[in-house]
């Protein structure tokens, strides 16, 4: 008996109904992992390797036997680890395509509720990308506009769990980036599989009949959204939060010179910011990039100022990003349902979801 990827992570179960265990290889997982899945490999990368070469050189027999061969001294380790893992009820057991390994893993657990996941990895991957167009079909999706440093994802970070009527989906915080030239993590994106793996099943899963959005570009960071979510979203209704240049100024710094700055020190902060306005140097031109470069210079004497800032992080608000916004909002006219501050914003959302 096997589950069907649907049992896994069935449509508005909010919850997958089975504990996931995950035996691919470590590099395998990198590529694309699953939520909820915890990795416990049957194969180290290296292990895995050499029975690749010996599959392409010998064929499938030789392979499997150099598999057990390499994996046995270690298999009662990993058995145990599976079973820890296994023992507090009903778990699904996925390697790339529901073969060799998961069927192992499965055995060695010995648990009648411990079962394959049939089509493995492949086969979970694929249902979720099927069913996200079709989840985002049976919610209601808005989408909060606003201008660089309103607080957009702020508003998303306090609207998260408040309600179980409204799904928040923080796009920036699975893509590990703030979505512009500053954005970067000090940890690396995630892959773009495990990126999308994570929003369609944040989507299939949650029964909530409306879902909210920060407005983002069609790349966040490296990463990009999967279609059918970023085409509702440029269609979707929008409430717009709307907070003065001076606030916004203020949020730039504290996140993107007062953050780092107590992470990394002043030297490492300033590369960073300086290097992200040469990322933007064929968008702002050769003499604008040079300004905003040579205030951020000056504001060097007395960084931890705010106001020392100023020279550079409004002029790039006023004539960079706020132009974005507005070309945006001009191309893509979207129907709006609510705009104000943060509060305003909130309250207006939580009555829609209600």
């Not at 057991?93 to 192992?104: E, F, I, K, Q």
């Not at 495990?194 to 983002?216: I, Q, S």
Request: with cysteine; aromatic share 6%; proline share 6%.
């Amino acid at each position: 008996m096997t589950l069907r990827p649907e049992d896994v992570f069935p449509l508005g179960a909010r919850l997958p109904p089975f504990a996931l265990i995950d035996v691919r290889s470590p590099v395998e997982v990198a590529r694309g992992a699953l939520p909820f899945a915890r990795a416990l490999p049957l194969m180290s990368d290296e292990e895995r390797h050499q029975v690749g070469l010996r599959y392409r050189d010998a064929g499938q027999e030789a392979a499997i036997e150099l598999g057990y061969e390499l994996a046995g001294p270690h298999l009662p380790e990993r058995t145990r680890a599976w079973r820890e893992a296994t023992a507090a009820g009903p778990s699904a057991v996925t390697c790339w395509r529901g073969g060799l390994r998961s069927a192992l893993a499965v055995e060695m657990i010995g648990r009648p509720d411990a079962l394959a996941v049939r089509g493995g990895y492949k086969g979970l991957r694929g249902h979720l990308a099927s069913n996200l167009g079709v989840a985002l079909e049976r919610k209601q999706l808005v989408v909060i506009a606003g201008l660089t440093g309103s607080g957009k994802t702020e508003v998303v970070r306090e609207l998260l769990g408040v309600d179980p009527s409204l799904q928040v989906l923080d796009l920036e915080g699975e893509a590990r980036h703030r979505g512009s030239a500053f954005g970067a993590h000090d940890t690396a994106q995630p892959s773009q599989a495990t990126f999308e793996n994570a929003l369609a099943a944040a989507l299939v899963l949650d029964p909530a009949g409306m879902v909210v959005v920060e407005d983002e570009s069609r790349f966040v960071g490296a990463r990009t959204l999967p279609a059918p979510l970023f085409e509702a979203m440029t269609s979707a209704p929008v409430v717009i939060l709307e907070v003065p240049l001076a606030r916004r100024a203020e949020r730039i710094f504290a996140e993107y010179v007062r953050a780092p700055t107590h992470r990394l020190g002043v030297g490492a902060t300033r590369s960073r910011l300086e290097d992200a306005l040469g990322r933007l140097r064929s968008r702002l031109g050769g003499a604008r990039t040079k300004a905003l470069i040579a205030a951020l210079h000056d504001a060097e004497a007395t960084w931890d100022d705010p106001v020392a800032h100023r020279g550079w992080i409004v002029p790039l608000l006023e004539g960079h990003y706020d132009r974005l916004y507005d070309r945006s909002m001009t191309a893509q006219p979207r129907r709006v349902l609510a705009r104000g501050d943060a509060e305003t914003i909130i309250a207006a959302l939580l009555a829609m979801a209600r």
